[in-house]
């Protein structure tokens, strides 16, 4: 497939995998990259930059195609050493980064001084003009269906796609809700170059979860996610679990009360990783899109992509041709 995402990331299909917290791991990048899309590390998963740099030359030793690094900006005390993960990521030699949450533009200089290419993940129309005005090469747009931080917007893809398409002039995928054929042939005709999948990713063999997760993803319908941390306006569509209810009660009780300490041990990484990693299903809450609906088996990477390419490619001639010649 060619379209400007492909030719901007010299990668064969128009397919990304989004920066994940506890399961974007040399792993699962590779096998994205190996497999014609773009397999990204999660930045902040490394505890340390070191980390990063160990995780970065594994990757390269697992794939010889292009992947890429996410670095998320979050609203903490604390700042991780972003300036140390970026170094790492130049002197690794990667020449694409995702970022996501914050704007990066106090970063961009660094970057693109390395020749790095910038793709911005965001939810609204006005943060995907203002990463293209600070110099982002492209913009993941993040509909309100998708898993992780939605926003506040609550744009649905139908909507937020066309509205990105008929403001931006940098290439955008789609992300949110993106799991198969029918969603990439979606995301090209709403106007995007490609789209972009995280929770799809997970339901896969090499995904380097606990087998307990990819299950539940299996098993869930699209009616299972829930919207935590809405007062606290940083909101994540999470899976449905015991902890998730807890939170839920917790903020409804507080109302506009509630503050993050209040469920700080509900949402804490630590809990997040004993899902991820361990399978306690109920230990926290853990990002995950409403595209569960979707997810029916456990393939490989490859074998989820290139069924991907070949049954978009069956949409676009056979069924929507067609409807022409009809
Ligand atoms: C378990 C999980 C962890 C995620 N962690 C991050 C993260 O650390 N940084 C980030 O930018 N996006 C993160 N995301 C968002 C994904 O990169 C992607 O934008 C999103 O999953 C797309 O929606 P989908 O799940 O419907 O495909 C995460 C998503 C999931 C499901």
Redesign the pocket.
């Known amino acids: 497939m060619k379209t400007r995402i492909t030719d901007l990331f010299d990668i064969r299909y128009p397919i990304i995998q989004?920066?994940?917290?506890y399961?974007g791991y040399a792993e699962l990048a590779s096998a994205v990259s190996s497999a014609g899309g773009l397999g990204i590390i999660?930045g902040?998963t490394q505890p340390t930059p070191e980390d990063l740099a160990r995780e970065i030359a594994r990757c390269r030793e697992m794939t010889d195609k292009p992947f890429g690094v996410?670095l998320?900006f979050l609203p903490a005390f604390t700042a991780p050493p972003y300036p140390e993960y970026i170094r790492a990521i130049i002197e690794g030699g990667v020449k694409i980064v995702e970022t996501?949450?914050r704007n990066p533009e106090q970063y961009m200089g660094q970057l693109k001084a390395a020749g790095i290419k910038v793709i911005h993940?965001c939810t609204s129309v006005r943060h995907a003009l203002k990463a293209e005005k600070i110099g982002c090469d492209a913009v993941s747009v993040?509909g309100f269906?998708?898993?992780?931080h939605p926003g506040e917007d609550d744009i649905p893809n139908m909507i937020l796609l066309p509205r990105a398409a008929e403001e931006l002039s940098v290439p955008f995928v789609a992300?949110?809700?993106?799991a198969d054929a029918r969603s990439l042939v979606a995301a090209l005709a709403l106007g995007a170059d490609g789209m972009?999948?995280?929770?799809?990713f997970?339901a896969t063999k090499e995904a380097p979860v606990h087998e307990n997760v990819k299950k539940a993803l299996v098993e869930a319908s699209e009616l299972e996610t829930r919207l935590i941390m809405r007062p606290l306006r940083n909101t994540e569509r999470v899976l449905n679990n015991a902890a998730v209810e807890r939170i839920l009660e917790i903020e409804r009780q507080k109302g506009g009360g509630v503050g993050i300490d209040d469920i700080r041990p509900l949402v804490a990484g630590t809990q997040n990783r004993k899902v991820l990693q361990e399978g306690e299903m109920d230990a926290g809450a853990?990002?995950?899109?409403m595209?569960a609906g979707l997810i029916h088996d456990i393939p490989t990477v490859k074998e989820l992509i290139d069924r991907i390419v070949s049954e978009a490619q069956a949409i676009i001639r056979k069924r929507l041709e067609g409807m022409l010649a009809a």
Do not use: P, Q, Y
């Open positions: 989004g920066g994940m917290h399961v999660t902040l996410n998320t996501a949450g993940k993040d269906e998708c898993g992780g992300s949110g809700g993106m972009n999948m995280g929770t799809r997970i853990w990002s995950c899109g595209v």
